[in-house]
């Protein structure tokens, strides 16, 4: 593995090793494909472009493994009954790099997207030339855009229960969110909260029928209905949240410790904007090879997929990325040598 920050820095003041007083090969001086992103999408491309011999690049991003590193349970990724967010990633991580794919920690800051090769930039000032890339950046918890949210994040306002939940033995929690993640996540924090209550806008839930039946049964759990947070208040840390009833108008002033927000996900497409085709929500667009509008640049994940957003579907994608990334890189080859073969 690569570490972005000792390759730069350096520990103590010694030049770090390179790769070939590692031991290990060095890389090309142009890659063949760099994955961008850490999460299902991203090591599902690495596991098989590896094993096509293409040495893949991959480059984490700030948080290593996306949003199903801050899932507590994951019950649905075939093969795995139940099995932590954290472990499903490491294991994805294991098997890319098993096969020779080198994982780079850092971020990347920029890309030019004319090309092959195009060119690659991360926060610690590596550049990298490369001829194809897959775009698996994922999407970031959505905010809930009120008052008090920014300041009181970490102190009682929170987008991860994995992260955070233990600090919140014995205390009031609100859960914002009808959909999958909030009932999880919910049901996660009953085994430290006092009580949970899950405020939904609307009065019926998104989330599928198991786990509706799970937090409907569990007995910490209360559903505040047709309801929307209009702010947050607290000094050091929250202290209470003003509701508002959609359906009535009320506005009631209620105490709480902790805010879990689960309100949908925004694509994280900042590195994208007027370099590759989007969407009017932000995601990415791909046809069904995975490819976007420009030849050699792939996605996969949910920087382009709104619609199913599971690991699985995820990690098909990717694969599916892989595979068109494979072709592609025929097809270049054959390009540059014709007749060669
Ligand atoms: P989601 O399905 O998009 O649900 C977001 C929820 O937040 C919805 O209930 C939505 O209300 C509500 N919401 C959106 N904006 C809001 C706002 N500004 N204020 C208040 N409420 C707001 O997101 P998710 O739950 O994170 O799930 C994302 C994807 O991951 C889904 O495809 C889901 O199936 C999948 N997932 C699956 C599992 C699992 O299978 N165990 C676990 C986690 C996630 P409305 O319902 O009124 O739109």
């Known amino acids: 593995m690569l570490d972005g920050l000792n390759l730069n820095i350096g520990l103590g003041g010694e030049t770090p090793a390179t790769e070939s007083e590692t031991g290990?090969?060095?890389?090309?001086?142009?890659?063949?494909?760099?994955?961008?992103?850490?999460?299902?999408?991203?090591?599902?491309?690495?596991?098989?472009?590896?094993?096509?011999?293409?040495r893949p690049l991959l480059i984490t991003g700030n948080e290593m493994g996306g949003q199903i590193a801050l899932t507590t349970e994951v019950e649905n990724f075939p093969g795995f009954e139940s099995?932590?967010?954290?472990?499903?990633?490491?294991?994805?991580?294991?098997?890319?790099?098993?096969?020779?794919?080198?994982?780079?920690?850092?971020?990347?800051?920029?890309?030019?997207?004319?090309g092959p090769p195009f060119t690659v930039t991360t926060a610690n000032e590596r550049v990298f030339k490369t001829k194809s890339i897959i775009v698996a950046t994922g999407a970031s918890p959505r905010r809930l855009g009120v008052p008090n949210e920014e300041r009181l994040t970490g102190r009682g306002v929170s987008y991860c229960a994995t992260c955070d939940g233990f600090f919140f033995r014995g205390k009031d929690i609100v859960v914002v969110g009808g959909g999958d993640s909030a009932l999880q996540e919910a049901l996660f924090l009953t085994k430290f909260g006092s009580k949970v209550r899950i405020v939904h806008r609307r009065d019926q839930l998104r989330a599928g029928a198991t786990l509706q039946r799970r937090a409907r049964e569990n007995p910490k759990i209360e559903f505040v209905w047709n309801s929307v947070i209009e702010g947050i208040q607290g000094e050091a840390k929250v202290e209470s949240l003003t509701l508002k009833n959609v359906v009535t108008g009320q506005t009631v002033e209620t105490p709480t410790d902790?805010?879990?927000?689960?309100?949908?996900?925004?694509?994280?497409?900042?590195?994208?904007?007027?370099?590759?085709?989007?969407?009017?929500e932000g995601y990415l667009v791909t046809d069904k090879l995975m490819r976007t509008n420009v030849p050699g640049i792939f996605a996969a994940g949910e920087i382009q997929d709104h619609r199913f957003k599971q690991a699985a579907t995820s990690a098909g994608q990717g694969v599916a990325a892989a595979l068109e990334v494979e072709k592609f890189l025929a097809d270049l080859e054959d390009r540059a040598y014709p007749g060669a073969g």
Do not use: C
């Not at 090969?25 to 690495?46: F, L, T």
């Not at 098997?95 to 920029?110: N, Y």
């Not at 902790?258 to 009017?280: I, T």
């Open 83 to 114: 099995i932590t967010g954290p472990e499903l990633v490491e294991r994805m991580q294991s098997q890319a790099e098993r096969f020779d794919t080198e994982v780079l920690i850092d971020t990347v800051t920029e890309i030019d997207v004319n």
């Open 258 to 280: 902790g805010v879990f927000v689960y309100v949908g996900h925004l694509p994280n497409n900042q590195l994208f904007e007027g370099k590759l085709a989007m969407d009017e």
């Open 24 to 54: 290990a090969a060095p890389r090309p001086d142009v890659e063949n494909v760099i994955i961008i992103g850490s999460g299902p999408a991203g090591w599902s491309a690495a596991i098989y472009a590896a094993r096509a011999d293409l």
